[in-house]
């Protein structure tokens, strides 16, 4: 791995952190809303699908070895075991998605990459908290579509005016 590579990567999971730390609560869920996910996006966009996913296997390490990295600043496998961690491990998936996105289509890649987030986050609430569907839709996934897409847009926007040679491409 070269050194700019490995920079990069440690460099995007501290972005994750403190992104993960802008957050809102909501009164309704205990899903927040937080500037991670686009972090993430960022992270796959910039580092590729390898360098990306290995930039937030990193971040969620740190988080479960007690760094208050995730949102709130809180940390520890409860959390990952928590009714949000299904939303943190699949951050490991959208980097890989819009990672690889870069070779066949960003825009694809941007709503598979959301599309996945709220598939696992809803999925493992379902799971852990025993609600149904449509209230799992209704608390984690409508209320955050427009905030998502913002992210998107600003996250390709970015991306774009990134200069190649700071994009890792292998």
Do not use: H
């Amino acid at each position: 791995m070269k050194t700019y590579n490995l920079t990069l990567t440690a460099l995007f999971a501290t972005i994750t952190a403190v992104c993960s730390w802008i957050t809102i609560p909501l009164p309704f869920t205990p899903v927040p809303i937080n500037m991670a996910t686009f972090a993430v996006i960022i992270s796959g966009l910039v580092l590729g699908p390898k360098y990306g996913t290995i930039s937030q296997l990193l971040y969620i390490f740190l988080g479960m070895v007690g760094l208050p990295v995730f949102s709130g600043f809180t940390s520890g496998i409860g959390i990952i075991l928590g009714p949000t961690g299904g939303y943190l491990i699949s951050y490991i998936l959208i980097a890989l998605i819009v990672g690889a996105s870069k070779n066949f289509n960003i825009i694809i890649g941007l709503i598979l990459g959301t599309m996945t987030c709220y598939f696992f986050g809803s999925i493992w609430f379902m799971v852990l908290t025993g609600s149904n569907f449509t209230t799992t839709i209704a608390l984690c996934v409508i209320p955050f579509i427009l905030g998502d897409t913002l992210k998107l847009l600003l996250a390709y926007y970015l991306f774009k005016k990134i200069p190649g040679r700071y994009i890792i491409t292998e």
